[in-house]
């Protein structure tokens, strides 16, 4: 009964993968090499950095925005607790504000490095990536950068906690927490914590971007973005 199983569930796979296969092959052409396409991508994935992520460097660009608002990680939410029972909590709120405000700083400086990540990377097959799903460009560029851009923008996050201030207001808030009786000391790791969660929110609205572009014509600004998804309509 398992094979049985185990058969169809394979067959249902490559009958999928068939039928993606098929699709591709009956785009329309329209003159437009693979290149062409793949640089179509690199043009919508970066439209995503010009409009969308710039966005994210003004102040209360984290903060304000529920999409990729940085909330406190689990180990920091019984210190916010604790803050608050005992009367601090504009100093908790602060704590929570500065975290916001380091990825605001950090995706200002680092702008760079995502424009030039999109510039390297390279399609294995941008036509099925064409045809994929809304943020389909951003989840390959995510799957392919993200390790490297992680490495290089993790000393730009430090830089910002740093320069905002949020590495003494945090020192300030555990200690507090730390004198409280009958708490366990914490001592977390908030530059890689906030590093993984910009990240994120940067991915996030590159996404939003992607998907305008796909879904909206106006939205295509150039006459490659309007040549390149006009294939997948």
Same mark, same amino acid.
Request: glycine residues 4%; contains cysteine; aromatic residues 8%.
């Given at each position: 009964?398992?094979?049985?199983?185990?058969?169809?569930?394979?067959?249902?796979?490559?009958?999928?993968?068939?039928?993606?296969?098929?699709?591709?092959?009956?785009?329309?052409?329209?003159?437009?090499?693979?290149?062409?396409?793949?640089?179509?991508?690199?043009?919508?994935?970066?439209?995503?950095?010009?409009?969308?992520?710039?966005?994210?460097?003004?102040? !209360?660009?984290?903060?304000?925005?529920?999409?990729? #608002?940085?909330?406190?990680?689990?180990?920091? /939410?019984? @210190? *916010?607790?604790? =803050?608050?029972?005992?009367?601090?909590?504009?100093?908790?709120?602060?704590?929570?504000?500065?975290?916001?405000?380091?990825?605001?700083?950090?995706?200002?400086?680092?702008?760079?490095?995502?424009?030039?990540?999109?510039?390297?990377?390279?399609?294995?097959?941008?036509?099925?990536?064409?045809?994929?799903?809304?943020?389909?460009?951003?989840?390959?560029?995510?799957?392919?950068?993200?390790?490297?851009?992680?490495?290089?923008?993790?000393?730009?996050?430090?830089?910002?906690?740093?320069?905002?201030?949020? !590495?003494?207001?945090?020192?300030?808030?555990?200690? #507090?927490?730390?004198?409280?009786?009958?708490? /366990?000391? @914490? *001592?977390?790791? =908030?530059?890689?914590?906030?590093?993984?969660?910009?990240?994120?929110?940067?991915?996030?609205?590159?996404?939003?971007?992607?998907?305008?572009?796909?879904?909206?014509?106006?939205?295509?600004?150039?006459?490659?973005?309007?040549?390149?998804?006009?294939?997948?309509?």
């Amino acid at each position: 009964m398992l094979k049985k199983y185990s058969s169809l569930i394979i067959l249902m796979i490559f009958s999928s993968c068939a039928q993606l296969q098929d699709v591709v092959n009956q785009l329309p052409q329209g003159g437009l090499s693979e290149v062409e396409i793949a640089k179509g991508l690199r043009e919508a994935l970066n439209f995503g950095i010009d409009k969308q992520v710039t966005k994210l460097t003004e102040t !209360d660009g984290f903060f304000k925005n529920e999409l990729v #608002k940085i909330l406190l990680p689990e180990e920091l /939410q019984k @210190v *916010d607790k604790a =803050l608050r029972d005992i009367g601090l909590s504009s100093l908790a709120d602060e704590g929570l504000k500065v975290l916001n405000r380091a990825a605001e700083d950090a995706v200002k400086e680092a702008t760079p490095i995502f424009v030039e990540a999109v510039k390297d990377i390279t399609f294995s097959d941008a036509k099925t990536i064409l045809i994929g799903a809304d943020d389909a460009a951003t989840q390959y560029l995510n799957s392919k950068t993200e390790t490297a851009l992680y490495a290089k923008f993790h000393p730009v996050i430090q830089a910002s906690f740093a320069r905002v201030g949020a !590495d003494q207001i945090w020192e300030s808030l555990i200690n #507090k927490y730390n004198t409280i009786p009958f708490t /366990q000391n @914490v *001592d977390p790791d =908030l530059t890689s914590y906030v590093t993984s969660e910009a990240l994120e929110g940067v991915f996030t609205m590159i996404a939003i971007e992607e998907k305008e572009i796909r879904t909206k014509i106006s939205s295509r600004t150039t006459d490659l973005l309007k040549k390149v998804f006009a294939l997948q309509d």
